[in-house]
Nanobody, 124 residues
Framework: VQLQASGGGLVQAGGSLELSCEAS???????MGWFRQAPGKEREFVSG????????YYADFVKGRFTISRDNAKNTVYLQMNSLEPEDTAVYYC???????????????????WGQGTLVTVSS
């Protein structure tokens, strides 16, 4: 199972970015999640989506600004990030669980596979 995250970059405050995470060797048959880790901080949950896209969860600090979606035909999960703030600067990781579940995991322990991360830098 390999997860390839992309789409990070440098953007000014108030700008937007869309992250993508393509899975290979693993069909997106369960929930998927995005986490982020800022320098000197713990990796934290950002957003998660159920296997069919019907349930979506967001951390409080991104509600109303970020949108998670998925395209199972393309084995890809997306994270649209709008109204970016300098505090959103971090390495963003996509993650997948080991097996199918109807719920959406929201802790690191709920995930077994991790992408390599993509850096998002928001300048003020």
């Amino acid at each position: 199972v390999q997860l390839q995250a992309s789409g990070g970059g440098l953007v000014q405050a108030g700008g937007s970015l869309e992250l993508s995470c393509e899975a290979s060797g693993h069909t997106l048959s369960s929930y998927m999640g995005w986490f982020r880790q800022a320098p000197g901080k713990e990796r934290e949950f950002v957003s998660g989506i159920s296997y069919n896209g019907a349930m979506k969860y967001y951390a409080d600090f991104v509600k109303g600004r970020f949108t998670i979606s998925r395209d199972n035909a393309k084995n890809t999960v997306y994270l649209q990030m709008n109204s970016l703030e300098p505090e959103d600067t971090a390495v963003y990781y996509c993650a997948a669980p080991r097996s199918f579940a109807l719920y959406v995991g929201r802790t690191r322990d709920d995930y077994s596979y991790w992408g390599q991360g993509t850096l998002v830098t928001v300048s003020s």
